[in-house]
């Protein structure tokens, strides 16, 4: 097998680990929120057994990827696909810390009278569209659909805010609800920053396929890929 062959082989071989541990990813968080709204801590041994396989590929990613590096000394493109990789590896690991999280509050929850959930599902949904599109546009090389999955991060950070507002609200009311109260606001924590999560994956994918640094609003979302309008001061500096 030649070098270059080699070389695609491994590449390849980067992209599927990534969308293999991005499903993990996917399938616990929906089985966290289903522990969540069915008050089944049943549940939770299969989330943590996926987590454990998360972070076996979260090592077996960043050894794929320091070997392209090594072995290859990828560049351009080639070069920003694996950065890219690295970065989005470390957030997938990061958003099935969050999963278990949302679960192990779950359990906590299901010892307790239930309350209203309120937006949390909402969000739940939200976050795993994001993340699902994310790596959707990660294995496309789809730019359009990453920005899609950044415009709608300020939906998921609304909903948090307003979830947020009417627990404290109930807290005030009803004393009696304060530590269930607490814990779906840490859930919904968690589910605002799996979307970021899902958030800076996106953005990692317009760094691969453009080369265009956009991270802390640099470029605004809608001048991505406009080289014209990315390159122009902003009003006022």
Request: glycine share 6%; hydrophobic share 45%.
């Amino acid at each position: 097998m030649s070098v270059e062959r080699h070389f695609d082989r491994d590449l390849d071989g980067l992209r599927e680990a990534i969308l293999r541990m991005g499903g993990l990813c996917e399938g616990m968080i929906h089985s966290a929120v289903k522990l969540v709204i069915e008050s089944d801590p049943s549940l939770l041994p299969g989330i943590t057994e996926r987590e454990d396989r998360v972070n076996g590929l979260h090592l077996e990613i960043d050894e794929l990827c320091l070997n392209l590096l090594a072995l290859h000394s990828p560049a351009a493109g080639d070069l920003r696909l694996v950065a890219a990789a690295l970065k989005v590896n470390s957030d997938l690991e990061r958003i099935g810390d969050q999963a278990v999280n949302v679960a192990e509050t779950g359990c906590f929850l299901s010892n307790l009278p239930q309350m209203k959930l309120g937006d949390v599902p909402r969000m739940a949904e939200l976050a795993v569209a994001m993340l699902k599109d994310s790596l959707d546009a990660f294995a496309k090389k789809d730019v359009e659909l990453a920005k899609s999955v950044i415009r709608r991060d300020d939906e998921e950070d609304r909903l948090k805010s307003q979830t947020f507002n009417e627990l404290r609200s109930l807290m005030q009311s009803d004393a009696s609800t304060i530590q269930r109260a607490l814990d779906m606001i840490l859930i919904s924590r968690n589910l605002e920053r799996i979307a970021d999560h899902a958030t800076n994956i996106a953005e990692d994918v317009i760094f691969m396929v453009l080369g265009q640094d956009i991270r802390h609003g640099v470029v605004p979302v809608d001048d991505v890929g406009d080289e014209t309008r990315a390159a122009a001061p902003k009003s006022g500096s």
